[in-house]
């Protein structure tokens, strides 16, 4: 009998970080390997949650957007659990984080009052704030050492309408500086991105990608949430292949919103 994938997923401070839908990538995950006959667990964890045996228990973690205010909030416990957290990428998992949670994983970012918050290093950057207000449809491409990876990964039988970009809502203030030797998830095509002067977008530190694609992003890209689930089981199977899905609308949606930017 052929094995049954299990994926455990960590929603770090879902009830404090869910701007703009952000909650949807996760049901997106959770919806795409349910077709595919994969157990998704989801376990929420948020302040003064213990996270001692975080690395042995979840295959991907995803962190969401949010107000200065939860930053700031979110910011204090964060620091209790950064030694499990950050373990657990350089072991493999994989991690989405969003807007304000890609901020809290840099090493600081300042807020419009000058009060800086500091992040947990997992991403070599930093965010400042800033008088401006990035709100467009932002669309991406790829990082071509990350394309490939994602091309191998994704499979449709809809692959007319394939891009090999990402697409979301960016709706932010905050400017992102990535420091020398980090990579960024992919270069601006239209948008503004990380910080609007380098047409950089996100970044990547082994498995962990953070960016400012709000929308949410995974429903629209397939590819990348194909990529993530792809990553995850991974780590605890060897070699995944995922079987075939029908992306159509979720290619017409993808292609509508760049139509749309």
């Given amino acids: 009998m052929a094995q049954t994938m299990k994926l455990t997923i960590c929603h770090l401070y879902s009830d404090l970080m869910d701007?703009?839908?952000?909650?949807?990538?996760?049901?997106?995950?959770q919806k795409r390997c349910e077709w595919r006959g994969i157990n998704v667990n989801i376990k929420q964890i948020s302040?003064?949650?213990p996270l001692s045996t975080l690395h042995f228990d979840f295959d991907l973690f995803f962190f969401g957007g949010g107000q200065d205010q939860a930053q700031g909030?979110?910011?204090?416990?964060?620091k209790k659990k950064a030694a499990p957290l950050k373990k657990a990428v350089e072991n493999g998992a994989v991690m989405l984080s969003i807007c304000g949670g890609y901020q809290l994983l840099q090493n600081y970012f300042i807020t419009k009052d000058s009060k800086k918050i500091p992040g947990i290093g997992i991403f070599n950057a930093h965010t400042e704030a800033s008088e401006s207000r990035f709100m467009n449809?932002?669309?991406?491409?790829?990082?071509?050492?990350?394309?490939?990876?994602?091309?191998?990964a994704y499979q449709s039988n809809n692959l007319t309408m394939y891009q090999p970009n990402l697409i979301g809502f960016e709706n932010h203030s905050g400017k992102t500086y990535l420091e020398k030797g980090t990579e960024p998830l992919g270069k601006v095509i239209r948008g503004n991105g990380n910080n609007g002067e380098d047409k950089t977008e996100g970044a990547i530190y082994k498995n962990a990608f953070g960016c400012y694609l709000h929308g949410s992003l995974l429903?629209?890209?397939?590819?990348?949430?194909?990529?993530?689930?792809?990553?995850?089981?991974?780590?605890k199977y060897g070699s995944v292949r995922l079987e075939l899905l029908d992306d159509t609308l979720e290619w017409q949606a993808h292609n509508r919103a760049i139509k749309t930017s």
């Fill in 219 to 235: 429903p629209k890209n397939p590819l990348f949430a194909d990529f993530l689930i792809t990553k995850a089981l991974e780590k």
């Fill in 47 to 49: 302040i003064g949650d």
């Fill in 73 to 78: 909030i979110v910011g204090s416990d964060l």
């Fill in 137 to 152: 449809n932002l669309q991406v491409e790829l990082n071509p050492m990350l394309e490939k990876q994602v091309q191998s």
């Fill in 19 to 29: 701007t703009y839908g952000d909650r949807g990538n996760i049901i997106a995950i």
